[in-house]
Nanobody
Framework: EVQVVESGGGSVRAVESLILSCTAS????????MYWLRQAPGRGREGLLG????????HYADFVKGRFTATQDTAKSTMYLQLNDLKPEDTAMYSC?????????????????WGQGTQVTVSS
C-alpha cells in the first residue's frame, strides 16, 4: 500500500523560507508522480509542481516559478520543496500526493494517494 507523508510546515514571517519534505513509500518501481498542492482558507486547491518518481523534469505551475524549488532523492522516494521569499498569501495547507503518470508526464495533478498535509502560515 502506498503511503505519503509530509513534514516541515510551520509559522514564519514574510520573506523567510521553509523546506517541506514528502516521502511516498510502497511503490515497487519509479513509475509514479509526486505532487505538491496547497489550499488556502476560502480558496480552491491549486497544484504547485509535479515530479516523476524516477527523477528528471520538474513541472512547475507558472505562479511558483522563481520562488519555490523542488529537489528529489529518488533512492529515498522523497521530494523536497523549498519555499523562498514567503508572502502572507502563501499561507495554506500544503499537501503532497502521488499518482500514476499520464502519457509519461506529471503535469495534471491527478493523484491517488494523499498525505495528511502540513500547515504553512506566513505573517507580515
Amino acid at each position: 500500500e502506498v503511503q505519503v507523508v509530509e513534514s516541515g510546515g510551520g509559522s514564519v514571517r514574510a520573506v523567510e523560507s521553509l523546506i517541506l519534505s514528502c516521502t511516498a513509500s510502497g511503490y515497487t518501481d519509479s513509475n509514479y508522480c509526486m505532487y505538491w498542492l496547497r489550499q488556502a482558507p476560502g480558496r480552491g486547491r491549486e497544484g504547485l509542481l509535479g515530479v516523476y518518481g524516477g527523477g528528471g523534469y520538474i513541472h512547475y505551475a507558472d505562479f511558483v516559478k522563481g520562488r519555490f524549488t523542488a529537489t528529489q532523492d529518488t533512492a529515498k522516494s522523497t521530494m523536497y520543496l523549498q519555499l523562498n521569499d514567503l508572502k502572507p498569501e502563501d499561507t495554506a495547507m500544503y499537501s503532497c500526493a502521488a499518482g500514476t503518470p499520464r502519457f509519461g508526464a506529471c503535469v495534471r495533478f491527478e493523484a491517488s494517494f494523499w498525505g495528511q498535509g502540513t500547515q504553512v502560515t506566513v505573517s507580515s
